[in-house]
């Protein structure tokens, strides 16, 4: 009898085997599931985290960009700041220079003020004995257009001589005419212009014209300039032309220009010297309204402060510039720390044949 052979690989075996591989691998297939769906809630809760974080970096970054944005911006302020400051710190030591060099005024130079003053009165008193032996009728009755009331003694005025054919007035109109002394020159100088229209030293200047106007005749031919760091007539486009002195309403205008300007600026005597030459025919009679020796001359000022020999040199310059042959009649106002003004235009206008007063507070 034939023997069997063994197949140990035989059909049971490999379903066994199959089955069992298959056990396997859904073993692991239901494990997988299970890890991946836990994986999933841990990882959205993770995730939920991360987009939080992100936002807040995101909000972070932009709160740090506003953050910048302020710093550069207060900076930018801090320095605006810091350079008005400095402007202003130099404004007040120019203030401060220019205060001491005109409160450097010396006794000298007081005593020399108190000596000019008290020849000026001297002269005022000669002036009102000699006035007072002349008849009251000078010149015909009638030949004024114009009248002046005021309050103030005008008879020792009669020194000025009012005549000519072509009558220039000329009207200091800088900052120095809004007050006596340098430091109320200083506070008004900044005021809006309808207050330096105001101001008492300016008003007795323009009431000066007012009452110059007055004495000129009708058949003369006249002109109203002011000066300061320019030069020009009161009445525009009329430079270089004479106006007629026997139209009272040709009178009144500029009278009244004059009257609604408001002193500004440096004083540039040169300049007003300078207009005269524009003048044709020349002018036969010169008024000058005047508080002091100038502070500008031809070229731009360097400084903001100026000496006393600087300003007579400016002068010196300006009366180079003066055309010849007629009388400039001075009329000086007072003014503070400019003791050299009384005795140089005393001499400009005896030099010219004109004259020379300084009037007092209630005149005219």
């Not at 105001?198 to 014209?209: D, F, I, N």
Request: net charge negative; proline share 5%; glycine share 6%.
């Amino acid at each position: 009898m034939r023997r069997r052979t063994t197949n140990v690989f035989s059909l049971s075996f490999l379903d066994a085997m199959t089955c069992g591989f298959g056990a396997v691998v859904l073993f692991f297939m239901v494990i997988n599931a299970a890890v991946g769906t836990r994986a999933d809630l841990v990882t959205g809760d993770l995730k939920a985290e991360v987009d939080r974080l992100e936002q807040e970096v995101l909000e972070g970054h932009q709160d740090l960009v506003e953050l910048r944005n302020s710093v550069r911006e207060v900076d930018q302020r801090e320095a605006e700041a810091s350079g008005l400051a400095r402007q202003i710190i130099e404004n007040i030591e120019d203030l401060q220079v220019e205060l001491a060099t005109y409160e450097n005024t010396t006794l000298a130079e007081e005593e020399h003020v108190n000596r000019l003053m008290a020849d000026l009165k001297s002269l005022e008193e000669s002036n009102r004995r000699l006035s007072a032996g002349l008849p009251e009728e000078v010149e015909p009755p009638g030949d004024r257009l114009r009248s002046f009331v005021g309050d103030g003694d005008r008879q020792y005025l009669t020194g000025l001589k009012v005549g000519g054919q072509r009558i220039l007035i000329l009207v200091d109109a800088s900052a120095s005419m809004l007050d006596e002394t340098i430091v109320n020159i200083i506070r008004r100088r900044n005021l809006p212009a309808a207050r330096r229209t105001r101001a008492e030293k300016w008003r007795q200047a323009v009431a000066t014209v007012d009452w110059v106007t007055t004495q000129i005749p009708q058949s003369s031919r006249f002109q109203i300039y002011t000066f300061n760091e320019e030069a020009g007539s009161v009445v525009p486009d009329s430079d270089g032309q004479w106006l007629d002195g026997g139209n009272k309403e040709v009178l009144d205008d500029a009278v009244g220009r004059l009257s609604r300007m408001a002193p500004e600026k440096g004083t540039n005597l040169y300049r007003a010297f300078s207009a005269i030459r524009g003048l044709q025919p020349a002018p036969d009679n010169v008024i000058l309204l005047v508080d002091g020796l100038p502070t500008q001359g031809r070229a731009s000022p360097r400084s903001r402060t100026i000496s006393a020999r600087e300003r007579m040199k400016l002068y010196n310059k300006a009366v180079d510039e003066l055309p010849r042959g007629f009388p400039v009649n001075v009329i000086l106002f007072p003014m503070e720390g400019d003791p050299q003004a009384p005795s140089v235009f005393w001499r400009l206008a005896m030099a010219t044949r004109g004259s020379f007063m300084s009037p007092s507070r209630d005149w005219p």
